[in-house]
């Protein structure tokens, strides 16, 4: 299993341009995530997904879109980057809590992340 | 909605000596669970440790263990006899009870173990 994977590693915009952030799992989990890592602020959700065809807004969704076409597959769009989206871009998947026996075990499964620099 | 506090950006132990890490949390849920992620220079994310809000024995992983405090709302992460490979952001995180969102972050306490 490649687990979650993310590309590209590294990215450098200008503002204004638009670009999308590649996210997929091979674990067949249902739940997939977007997050962003800013210096002190920890890690802060975009959006997220729970199941395809069904996504919703975390805490800082301006300026993203997301879609959830397949199982695998969770793609985060920029539509115009901006300097405030400079970040660390961490993609998450994880079972549907409860299916582990545990009724709020959801433990995230990251991908290695995306360091983004919007000039 | 919940909250996760982490009160200490920075902490320094001594090799082979434990430290504790603090997280205080905030949910009107009586169902969550409460998890500790390893963040290294590199940048992964690393599983570490987990605790129900119904378990009545504190978790334990190794070295890792998990002071959980209901009544308090904290669930403090105990490394034990600290190695140089411990240095490292730590994350305490939240699952709400409907375990139908992501986890809730805090913001995390960098931690330097010093030879």
């Given at each position: 299993?490649?687990?979650?994977?993310?590309?590209?590693?590294?990215?450098?915009?200008?503002?204004?341009?638009?670009?999308?952030?590649?996210?997929?799992?091979?674990?067949?989990?249902?739940?997939?995530?977007?997050?962003?890592?800013?210096?002190?602020?920890?890690?802060?959700?975009?959006?997220?997904?729970?199941?395809?065809?069904?996504?919703?807004?975390?805490?800082?969704?301006?300026?993203?879109?997301?879609?959830?076409?397949?199982?695998?597959?969770?793609?985060?769009?920029?539509?115009?980057?901006?300097?405030?989206?400079?970040?660390?871009?961490?993609?998450?998947?994880?079972?549907?809590?409860?299916?582990?026996?545990?009724?709020?075990?959801?433990?995230?499964?990251?991908?290695?992340?995306?360091?983004?620099?919007?000039? | 909605?919940?909250?996760?506090?982490?009160?200490?950006?920075?902490?320094?132990?001594?090799?082979?000596?434990?430290?504790?890490?603090?997280?205080?949390?905030?949910?009107?849920?009586?169902?969550?669970?409460?998890?500790?992620y390893k963040q290294p220079?590199?940048?992964?994310m690393?599983?570490?440790?987990?605790?129900?809000?119904?378990?009545?024995?504190?978790?334990?992983?190794?070295?890792?263990?998990?002071?959980?405090?209901?009544?308090?709302?904290?669930?403090?992460?105990?490394?034990?006899?600290?190695?140089?490979?411990?240095?490292a952001m730590?994350f305490?995180?939240?699952?709400?009870?409907?375990?139908?969102?992501?986890?809730?972050?805090?913001?995390?306490?960098?931690?330097?173990?010093?030879?």
């Amino acid at each position: 299993n490649a687990g979650v994977t993310q590309t590209p590693k590294f990215q450098v915009l200008k503002t204004g341009q638009s670009m999308t952030l590649q996210c997929a799992q091979d674990m067949n989990h249902e739940y997939m995530s977007w997050y962003r890592q800013d210096p002190g602020m920890g890690l802060r959700l975009i959006h997220y997904s729970v199941g395809a065809g069904i996504t919703d807004q975390g805490e800082v969704p301006n300026g993203y879109n997301v879609s959830r076409s397949t199982t695998e597959d969770f793609p985060l769009r920029l539509l115009s980057a901006a300097p405030s989206q400079t970040s660390v871009y961490f993609c998450a998947s994880s079972t549907r809590p409860g299916t582990s026996g545990l009724s709020s075990y959801n433990e995230q499964f990251f991908g290695p992340g995306t360091r983004l620099t919007v000039l | 909605a919940q909250k996760i506090t982490q009160t200490q950006p920075g902490m320094f132990v001594q090799e082979k000596e434990a430290v504790t890490l603090d997280c205080t949390y905030d949910t009107s849920d009586q169902s969550y669970g409460l998890f500790w992620y390893k963040q290294p220079s590199s940048g992964e994310m690393i599983f570490l440790i987990y605790q129900g809000s119904y378990d009545e024995q504190n978790a334990t992983e190794g070295r890792y263990s998990l002071n959980f405090q209901k009544a308090r709302k904290s669930a403090n992460l105990v490394i034990s006899a600290s190695q140089l490979g411990d240095s490292a952001m730590y994350f305490c995180a939240m699952s709400p009870s409907s375990g139908n969102t992501p986890l809730v972050f805090g913001k995390g306490t960098r931690l330097s173990v010093i030879a």
